[in-house]
């Protein structure tokens, strides 16, 4: 077996930045109990190296047990708390897991989308697929999130992907790139001279967490053609439980648009729509005029979770798409939870 060692350093370098001061140490572990890679975090808790081998003797009776429970497929994920330290076990794909350490008065909540994303790109580096090793930054989708709480409800809770599909809608002035950003993520090609036709497409596309038994389906629906749209929009934009705000980071209005049109007009069609902002064309960085801080302030201001993408070199598309499927899972599992 040949890790691309680099990539998986690269991997957890974003991860740690991602994680901040949360992190006292992140490692790959492989079901042996072999530590593939770590490092420490910037956490005042991370002295030096030590801690790693600290965490190696915390980890190995618990990767034991954990092993058993891989064998019966039945491990996902799972936190482990001692005095000093939280510990969070993400399955890998069958080969690794990735053990975060934090702090033990940290909160795991806006930990666990970067712990599922790190884990979903651990495991394809252990299969020699190609992955990015970027984890793009996520604004939490609201501050009383709480998805450990509901951890052990998916564990538990399987969502079929025949029983279930979800409407998916893209909003945003055209141009930005929804269409591309669509064949990207359906066919992963970008098609440099798309023409714009008249009509909606629908695509099926499914978005599969091994870790988390779940599968979503997307039926994506995809306006062409802007004439079309006001005849259209009402029965476009309603019953969609998902959808994707594009807005294009070399045109300014189109980014302001989302605030005065694009947000409420899709909330008001589907009031409980799970959203996510993207600014896309970051390939365009020296015709960038909208920072990603600025993006990064009116996610937080409408409580959404942002991402840059680049439909023309395929930069965090698929994240985007994996973003909004772990918010319907999680929104499922509150649903079905009562
Ligand atoms: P829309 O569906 O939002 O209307 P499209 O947007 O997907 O049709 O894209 C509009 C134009 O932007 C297309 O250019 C497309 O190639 C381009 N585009 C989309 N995404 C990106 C991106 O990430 N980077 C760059 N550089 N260009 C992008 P054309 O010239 O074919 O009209
Ligand atoms: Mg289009």
Redesign the pocket.
Same mark, same amino acid.
């Given at each position: 077996m040949s890790v691309d060692t680099k990539k998986l350093a690269a991997l957890l370098g974003w991860y740690k930045q991602s994680l901040g001061d949360n992190l006292v140490a992140a490692l790959v572990v492989n079901r042996d109990g072999l530590i593939m890679d770590s490092l420490v975090g910037s956490s005042e808790k991370s002295l030096d190296e030590e801690i790693i081998s600290g965490v190696n003797a915390l980890v190995e009776p618990v990767l034991t047990r954990i092993t058993k429970e891989f064998n019966s497929g039945s491990f996902g994920t799972g936190t482990f708390d001692t005095e000093d330290y939280r510990f969070i076990f993400c399955e890998s794909g069958p080969e690794a897991v990735l053990v975060t350490v934090l702090d033990a008065i940290a909160g795991i909540d806006s930990v666990f989308p970067y712990a599922y994303l790190a884990a979903e790109k651990i495991a394809r580096i252990f299969d020699g697929r190609t992955v990015s090793p970027v984890i793009p930054k996520l604004v939490a989708e609201s501050s009383t999130d709480t998805i450990q709480r509901r951890l052990n409800k998916l564990q538990k809770v399987k969502i079929k992907s025949r029983e279930y599909a979800f409407k998916l809608i893209?909003g945003? /002035? !055209? $141009?930005? !790139? #929804? &269409?591309?950003?669509v064949h990207r993520y359906v066919e992963n090609e970008?098609? &440099?001279?798309? =023409?714009?036709t008249i009509g909606t497409s629908i695509m099926k596309k499914e978005c599969t967490f091994k870790e988390l038994e779940s599968t979503i389906r997307f039926i994506i629906w /995809?306006l $062409?053609g802007q004439a079309q749209f006001k005849r259209v929009r009402q029965s476009y934009l309603s019953n969609a439980e998902a959808g994707i705000l594009?807005y294009d980071v070399t045109n300014r209005s189109s980014f302001e648009n989302i605030n005065k049109n694009w947000y409420l007009e899709i909330k008001k069609a589907s009031p409980n729509i799970a959203l996510l902002l993207v600014g896309? #064309?970051?390939?365009?960085e020296s015709e960038r005029v909208v920072s990603r801080d600025e993006g990064e302030v009116l996610a937080q201001k409408l409580t959404l979770t942002y991402i840059e &993408?680049? $439909? =023309? &070199?395929g930069e965090n598309i698929n994240d985007a798409f994996k973003m909004l499927a772990l918010q319907i899972i999680r929104k499922f599992i509150e649903t079905q939870a009562l």
């Open positions: 893209l945003g /002035d !055209g $141009a930005v !790139g #929804k &269409t591309s950003m970008f098609e &440099t001279d798309y =023409k714009s /995809d $062409a594009v896309n #064309k970051i390939d365009l &993408t680049s $439909a =023309k &070199t």
